[in-house]
């Protein structure tokens, strides 16, 4: 992956859009480096406003956002740059797979041929090529998600904005997807992508950006984020051969709130303020009592419990 | 399309034959094709029930008149009217219905080019509805008379058809331009569209100065026969003279081609957000 340069980077500058006197986003400042980037929040956080803004859909109210360098007002430019599968299912009435996807691709510019190349390449992409010639109206939910998907893809964008890309999905077009999404993402583009699965988040994002009532409540990558939570103890796990003693040990620390043994009873779940003195402390304990520790893991810096820590029960997400 | 050409004329191309297929084989667009078929079955039917006749009616004349006032009062008042409406209002507002206007907001498109190929194919579509309605119902109408032959070939028939035809595509030109910006700045464009209907019809009753203000006036000027008005309509109207044809043409064309740079302009300001 390339080193961020402005030239591509995402920025928004203290963005700020209403929709009248209804808050969309407020003031929003964000840098974001190539790599997939999940926006997360409950509905009409304004994860969607976030994506309209930077593909230039809507207008921000205050505040400066550029996308690798092109300015969102300036179509011409950002277009061929971004690639938007949008929440809306529609797609122009009349038009089959292959139709839809090489009609909108002359409109960048590309010879005849050039686009029946890039549309077929996008439709094997999607896997929607047994469905090419048949008309999108008779697709399913799930089709029309992955020829959308297919359609944002097909200029071969280096910023790929998909809301809700999930959707609709069955399991192996889940999985599919996420493993092309990681793929784009690991060729240093941006893939910026929302979506109410948090599990899938987890398994997608490099970096998350979590959002609520209009207000960014946290960005970063996630273990970043979740050590940053600091009103809420870390929960980690530690799996050894005498986790009681181990606990008698940690007890005597102030930083440490609860332990926990659970399963077959050689797992310790520990919370604690302050993760590295535990760390130091664990290897302490090791030296002195000859503990075999066979792993030690977080046991909460994952999306969900970021999520939960920061938003609460409000989002209703799963 | 060769590689010389630019690009945005590729791109309004690509526009038209998107747009061109979708406006002229609409299914939502039934009526504006009875509107357009309606006059003909009407003169192909009166064609045929007074060939029938041994003694006819009327004469050649009349089908010459019936013919001007079906134009000016159907037509111009109201098929190519409604018609336009139909198509052109539905450009931009029908994909705002549909959600499917931001395919083409996402794509490096100038939003000019967008509204040029919108229009053109919309006047296309428009234009292959009602020229060859006009020019069918003409052909028709005095049909069941052997003079009508040599009226069209022979006599001013001809030149009257090039006239109705020329008008017939300038109300498309300049219909088509008001409502393709009705569609783009109203929520609703029927409401303009019914400001713009009253406004054309009571036209002939406001001073000269108002009826300028209007296409229906510069059309009617262009048509080939006049058509008298009944009393007491013809004590109420105010006569204006016919606006000279070097001026008439060239200044619809010139405040379509405004209301079409206007509607662009708009169209670079507008966002998508189908009212959610």
């Known amino acids: 992956m390339s080193a961020p340069s402005p030239s591509n980077l995402i920025t928004f500058a203290d963005v700020s859009r209403f929709y009248g006197e209804v808050l969309g986003v407020n003031r929003v400042s964000l840098v974001v480096p190539p790599g997939v980037t999940s926006l997360v929040g409950p509905n009409g956080s304004g994860k969607s406003t976030l994506m309209n803004l930077m593909t230039g859909l809507i207008r921000p109210t205050q505040g400066e956002i550029r996308v690798c360098g092109a300015r969102p007002d300036h179509p011409e430019e950002l277009c061929r740059l971004v690639g938007y599968c949008a929440q809306f299912e529609a797609v122009p009435k009349g038009l089959t797979g292959f139709q839809f996807i090489y009609s909108y691709l002359l409109l960048h510019g590309f010879g005849a041929d050039e686009c029946a190349r890039r549309a077929r390449e996008a439709i094997e992409r999607a896997g929607m090529g047994a469905a090419a010639g048949r008309p999108v109206a008779a697709y399913s939910k799930g089709m029309r998600q992955r020829i959308k998907l297919a359609q944002a893809m097909a200029h071969s964008p280096s910023v790929l904005v998909l809301d809700e890309p999930l959707n609709g999905l069955d399991p192996m077009a889940r999985a599919e997807s996420i493993a092309l999404f990681r793929e784009w993402g690991d060729q240093g583009r941006h893939v910026i992508l929302s979506s109410h699965v948090l599990h899938d988040v987890d398994r997608i994002s490099d970096r998350v950006i979590l959002l609520s009532h209009g207000y960014v409540v946290a960005e970063g990558e996630i273990q970043g984020v979740r050590s940053e939570v600091k009103e809420q103890p870390m929960q980690i796990l530690v799996r050894c051969d005498r986790p009681r003693e181990l606990a008698a040990r940690l007890f005597s620390h102030d930083h440490l709130m609860e332990a926990k043994i659970q399963g077959d009873g050689r797992n310790l779940l520990v919370r604690t303020t302050d993760a590295d003195r535990l760390y130091l402390l664990l290897n302490q304990v090791v030296l002195e009592t000859g503990l075999e520790i066979e792993t030690v893991a977080p046991a909460d810096d994952d999306v969900n419990s970021v999520y939960q820590y920061l938003i609460g029960a409000e989002g209703g997400t799963t | ?276």
């Not at chain 2, 038209?16 to 084989?25: D, G, Q």
Request: with cysteine.
């Open chain 2, 1 to 276: 399309m060769s590689r010389q050409t630019p690009l945005w004329q590729r791109q309004i191309a690509a526009v038209f034959r998107l747009e061109w297929r979708k406006t002229l084989l609409s299914r939502r667009g039934w009526w504006i094709y009875l509107l357009a078929a309606g006059p003909v079955a009407i003169c192909l039917l009166h064609a045929l029930v007074t060939s029938r006749r041994a003694h006819p009616r009327h004469s050649l004349g009349n089908d010459v008149q019936a013919f001007a006032m079906m134009f000016q009062l159907f037509y111009l008042r109201g098929a190519i009217f409604f018609g336009c409406m139909g198509i052109f209002a539905s450009l931009f507002r029908g994909e705002m219905l549909e959600k499917t206007l931001h395919y083409y907001y996402l794509t490096p498109l100038r939003r000019e080019s967008l509204v040029a190929g919108k229009y053109l194919a919309g006047l296309l579509a428009a234009c292959s509805l009602f020229v060859p309605s006009v020019a069918a119902s003409l052909l028709l109408i005095g049909g069941h008379d052997r003079a009508w032959g040599d009226y069209l070939w022979r006599g001013p028939g001809l030149a009257q058809l090039g006239w109705y035809v020329l008008v017939t595509v300038l109300a498309c030109v300049g219909y088509g331009a008001v409502f393709l910006a009705c569609g783009l700045l109203f929520r609703n464009p029927m409401i303009p569209a019914a400001a713009v209907y009253v406004w054309e019809n009571v036209n002939p009753f406001l001073p000269s100065v108002l009826q300028k203000i209007s296409v229906i006036s510069y059309l009617k000027g262009l048509c080939p026969v006049e058509v008298p008005l009944p009393p007491p309509l013809n004590v109420i109207v105010v006569d204006i003279d016919p606006t000279p044809v070097w001026i008439a043409v060239p200044g619809l064309l010139a405040v379509a081609a405004l209301l079409v740079t206007y509607t662009a302009i708009a169209a670079r300001r507008g966002e998508i957000g189908y009212g959610e």
